[in-house]
């Protein structure tokens, strides 16, 4: 993590950060709303690389369209969405059980609806 700065994690982003393995899927809304605000900087913490990968497998492996339409499903706010959009694909939506990310998300504008 050379170059970041995390200090805006305070102790208890840290716990929540911990937690964050151990969620309940029958709460999973909730729990994700608690850490909406700072989802992405957790994604960027834990090194996610979904995005790349499903950006890279679509595009080269499984030689998707770039007018296809793609349902990204848990979308929290928008990750992988941008780098979709980045790579030439013009249709992407998508679900989330978090109204908390689902409100980030769209204030990115990466999807129609």
């Known amino acids: 993590m050379e170059g970041k700065d995390y200090s805006k994690l305070t102790k208890v982003d840290h716990e929540n950060l911990a937690d964050f393995a151990k969620m309940d899927p029958s709460k999973i809304g909730e729990q994700y709303d608690a850490i909406a605000h700072l989802y992405e900087e957790y994604m960027e913490f834990l ?5 790349e990968f499903i950006t890279k497998s679509l595009k080269e492996v499984c030689k998707v369209p770039l007018d296809a339409k793609i349902m990204d499903m848990g979308m929290g706010t928008g990750i992988i969405a941008k780098h979709l959009i980045e790579a030439g694909y013009s249709h992407v939506d998508g679900c989330d059980a978090s109204q908390g990310l689902l409100d980030i998300a769209k204030k990115h504008g990466q999807y129609k609806d």
């Open 47 to 51: 090194g996610y690389p979904d995005p």
